[in-house]
């Protein structure tokens, strides 16, 4: 019979050495969020309903391209991180590897699109 202590069965299991890191990110985008989404609920209410004109020249002001386009990055970075401690935790091997990358260009795309988007009729 084997008596393993906890520290013998912990050892090769990996390590935790971000894990922190990545809380806290989290953490910080949520709070992050907390306070930008409303805001940008309430300035694209205030553009809703509006004639293509009006809703061009609303977004062509800082303060609603600013609120949007930090929604965007603030909104899709936060989607990254969650998503991929659910793929690091459901998903192993080579699969996990590619689902990883495929999260990161996807979750960047959109930020990129959006904020794109965003610049272009601000500017």
Same mark, same amino acid.
């Given at each position: 019979? *084997?008596?393993?202590?906890? *520290?013998?069965?912990?050892? +090769?299991?990996? #390590?935790?050495?971000? +894990?922190?890191?990545?809380?806290?990110?989290?953490?910080?985008?949520?709070?992050?969020?907390?306070?930008?989404? !409303?805001?940008?609920?309430?300035?694209?209410?205030?553009?809703?309903?509006?004639?293509?004109?009006?809703?061009?020249? /609303? /977004? #062509? *002001?800082?303060? !609603?391209?600013?609120?949007?386009?930090?929604?965007?990055?603030?909104?899709?970075?936060?989607?990254?991180?969650?998503?991929?401690?659910?793929?690091?935790?459901?998903?192993?091997?080579?699969?996990?590897?590619? #689902?990883?990358?495929?999260?990161?260009?996807? #979750? /960047?795309?959109?930020?990129?699109?959006?904020?794109?988007?965003?610049?272009?009729?601000?500017?």
């Amino acid at each position: 019979m *084997r008596y393993l202590t906890d *520290r013998k069965t912990a050892v +090769g299991m990996g #390590s935790a050495k971000t +894990g922190t890191a990545h809380f806290w990110a989290m953490k910080v985008s949520s709070v992050a969020l907390l306070l930008l989404v !409303p805001l940008f609920v309430a300035t694209f209410g205030c553009a809703l309903g509006g004639t293509y004109e009006e809703v061009m020249a /609303y /977004y #062509s *002001r800082p303060f !609603p391209a600013i609120v949007a386009a930090l929604t965007f990055i603030v909104g899709f970075k936060h989607f990254n991180d969650g998503a991929q401690v659910l793929i690091e935790d459901y998903v192993h091997g080579l699969a996990q590897k590619i #689902s990883l990358i495929l999260l990161a260009c996807i #979750s /960047y795309a959109a930020m990129a699109t959006g904020v794109f988007a965003i610049a272009k009729i601000a500017l």
